[in-house]
């Protein structure tokens, strides 16, 4: 199998759910933005903004602006979980919000692929993000919600995915093994 920097990297990359308090240095931020902004997108509309939240009161407010109310795949959470989960993003000190102007060509790839982007750049300095899907289009479902969603997202954007980033508190020692026979040869 060929090996090389860029597949050893993505190889290594897991969705870690206990970070470090540290700071992130700004400079690695913006190379991680970059990366996104690299990403393919349908047409080359490159329709994504992005929020990058590194305050505690950045947080408070995004917590303060979702719905008060989980969407109906709450049912599928894990017992315990309180909504909006997980309420303290994992600790980590940075929120990344993607949006995308959903007039252009498959707003959602772009979206993804630039998080995908995102979260190889980010193992790649030694950080690591975990994709929060439930701060995503439902964050901001009802009227009420909807009315924050301008301090976060462009007029006229939907979010798509936020995730969060920093320094794990642990590197796993190994991966879960990868599912066998996904693949179709024509």
Known sequence: MIENAVLTNMKSRFCCRSFKSDAVEREKLEAIL???KYAASGHNAQGWHFTVIT??????????????????????????????????????????????????????????????????????????????????????????TAANKGKFIPEGYQLYLSMVLGYPKVTPDHKAPRRENVETWL
């Open 34 to 36: 970059e990366a996104g």
């Open 55 to 144: 305050t505690e009161e950045g947080k408070a407010e995004l917590l303060a602006a979702v719905c008060p109310e989980p969407p109906e795949f709450k049912k599928l959470a894990p017992p315990g979980a309180t909504w909006p989960f997980p309420a303290d993003f994992f600790g980590a000190p940075v929120v990344i919000m993607i949006s995308y102007d959903p007039k252009c060509p498959w707003p959602d790839c772009g979206a993804y692929m630039a998080a995908a982007n995102m979260m190889n750049a980010a193992q790649s300095l030694g950080l690591s993000i975990c994709p929060l899907t439930v701060y995503s289009k439902d964050v901001f479902r009802t009227e009420e």
